[in-house]
């Protein structure tokens, strides 16, 4: 499993081609959660490119299901909040770590600033819901962190039920076959054109960089 503390994500050539960002409130065919709203709007907005994968795995969905998207892009400020508030949430609760464990474990719940794909406009947290916006029992909740979960949010987790592991199934052929890579320890977290996502699939440099 490779986290995105790992220095090899870090050294991926970051590049940026433009892409603009789209605001998916202005996107009838995908369904958008307000859960993560902020009053800037930034939730909503992901890149071109994101956004025409999103459409294209909803195309090829089970009948009756949806993609519910729920956080787009993070920008600076907000991704360092919540990275340091983790942080310091796992440096009370195991204060014998070493920072280099307490850094690794942070991460993979939330990325280090440098690296955040959210931050490029090109990752967005997700989960599948009905047609009537009822969300399905993908084994634990959106953001649900490792250390309450016990790693169940780990997308392979072998704790969640048959009926969880079938759903992330689907989320994952849909996802997957559109063109975006998973974060391997957040089941609700899909990126393409970001560092993470040229790691994983042999790109030489990222399509998107930081906004």
């Known amino acids: 499993m490779i986290l995105l503390s790992d220095p090899r994500v870090a050294a991926v050539p970051a590049t940026d081609d433009g892409d603009p960002l789209v605001d998916l409130r202005d996107v009838p065919d995908l369904r958008l959660d307000t859960r993560a709203a902020d009053p800037a709007g930034a939730y909503a907005r992901v890149r071109l490119g994101v956004a025409e994968r999103l459409l294209a795995a909803q195309r090829v969905l089970p009948d009756g299901l949806c993609l519910l998207v729920i956080e787009g892009y993070r920008p600076y400020q907000a991704q360092l909040e919540i990275f340091t508030g983790y942080r310091e949430e796992l440096r009370e609760l195991h ?24 931050s490029t406009g090109g990752a967005v947290d997700l989960t599948l819901c009905t047609g009537d916006g009822l969300e399905l029992d993908m084994g634990t909740a959106v953001d649900a962190t ?19 592991r ?25 990126s393409y054109g970001d ?3 040229a790691l994983m699939t042999g790109a030489p440099r990222t399509r ?3 906004l």
């Open 166 to 190: 079938r759903h992330r199934r689907i989320l994952v052929s849909v996802l997957s076959g559109a063109g975006l890579v998973n974060y391997p320890t957040e089941w609700w977290h899909w």
């Open 95 to 118: 204060p014998d770590w070493s920072a280099e464990r307490l850094h690794r474990e942070t991460t993979k719940f939330v990325s280090p600033v440098e690296v955040a794909p959210h």
């Open 146 to 164: 490792p250390e309450a979960s016990r790693n169940a949010c780990f997308t392979a987790a072998p704790s969640i039920g048959d009926t969880a």
């Open 208 to 210: 998107y960089g930081p």
């Open 195 to 197: 560092r993470y996502w």
